[in-house]
């Protein structure tokens, strides 16, 4: 996808705003009252206006509670009356609902939402009749796909032909690459124009709207409170991605992975991004076919990413460049587009942050003149990009790897490759060929919200000298408790995280990595 922005620097002007895009708090309650306490909530929050949906009220008397709604909003106000056709509550007759909206408008609503399917008819109503003050908002809403770039258009040209003041087009998003179209039709529009596409996968329109030039998007009050699938908390839009500081220059990094949700990696790089001014945002991105993904995002404004489970080695086959220690590994984490010419350069970071707290972990305070890893029996489970990094770093610190695995074949490869041992995880319990072993699951056994999964009996586990947990969702996994009850020592995946994070920055920013505030917003 290579959509044009300007280059403007790469400092961030903190605190000041840098777009005009605005931020509406959807409100949704049952009366008026809690309508009008929402209200204030949403002023305190940050939002710029609200959408006062009329569906959700229990009972409804127009004139009166309009007048009130305005009467004693804070902020602008959006009236939207949706009908359960477009995804709403309302089920009653279609002349009453449209009489309802332009009484609004009448009234000195700021905006007004009316779907294109009822457009022509609240036209020929208000026989045009429109107060300056309230712009009309036409939109429309698919709960099914993103349609292609050309019938998206003609959607557009339609909504425009309408008489809209602001086009609202809403699509859902089936692969993160249907977001695309979607930004080409923002940037492109003529008018001013609410681009949302909807879902987890959709996430990226409602974050990046100031880059591509949206009018607005929509943040919630409260986490899990949305008025359509997909919608960050205000909270969110303005602490973690830093929503009024983006522009048109702004660089975009991610988390690539699926499941991505859980990752704390924008948090960690959005807080770094922001303590130095760097103009970037770091958002997760939920991607199922990842040769797809960097096949639509060409831009060199989709600078780097982070790589997590399931996509590390099929990332490796999408770089233009690898580095040799991610081509020896077969896997690549980080990912970096060069400025110049938009190449992709793969690299691995795995091994270095997890390799590293691992010795820490088995030194403890002794020194050692060689790694403690030296002649010691590692065993990995799990044979994906994460475990064959482990492997091959365990490897050259001269351990002896074993590699367990649910398909034996696939830890044989590996095991082939690295100079190990295969074992089918079925076997892990009753392998135990010495004491004072090490074990690092690199598998998403554990994760939440499947919190009570380990890879191995507690049992077994009184063999190894030191447990790692790759997972650090929750921070002490079932596997992690269950060691420390045996007496061995443990090592969490957030020490994983944080150690290949600092190399990942330093590659995004060309700046040296803030270890302390990473320590700190790890913890």
Known sequence: MELVTSEVGLKM?????RNPTLICAPL?????DQMLSLMQKAKLSGADLVEIRLDWLKSFNPRTDITNLIKHCPLPTLFTYRPIWEGGQYAGDEKSRLDALRLAMELGADHIDVELKAIDEFNDSVHGYRPAKCKVIVSSHNYHNTPSSEDLGNLVARIQASGADIIKIATTALDITDVSRVFQITVHSQVP???MVMGERGLMSRVLC???GGYLTFGTLDSGKVSAPGQPTIEDLL????????GPDTKIYGVIGKPVSHSKSPKLYNEAFKSVGFN???IHLLVDDVGKFFETYSSTDFAGFSCTIPHKEDALKCCDEVDPVAKSIGAVNCLVRRPTDGKLFGCNTDHIGAITAIEDGLRGSRHFSESPLAG???VVIGAGGAGKALAYGAKEKGARVVIANRTYERAREIADTVGGQALSLSDLDTFHPENGMILANTTSIGMQPKVNETPISKEALKHYALVFDAVYTPKITRLLGEALETGAKIVTGIEMFIGQAYEQYERFTGLPAPK????????
């Open 13 to 17: 002007e903190s605190g000041t705003r």
């Open 516 to 523: 302390e505030l990473f320590r700190k917003i790890a913890a």
């Open 239 to 246: 602490n973690l991605y830093s929503f009024r500081q983006l």
């Open 210 to 212: 100031p880059k591509f």
């Open 193 to 195: 124009i609410i681009a």
């Open 280 to 282: 970037g945002v770091y």
């Open 28 to 32: 949704m309650a049952d009366t008026v």
């Open 376 to 378: 010691k029996l590692f």
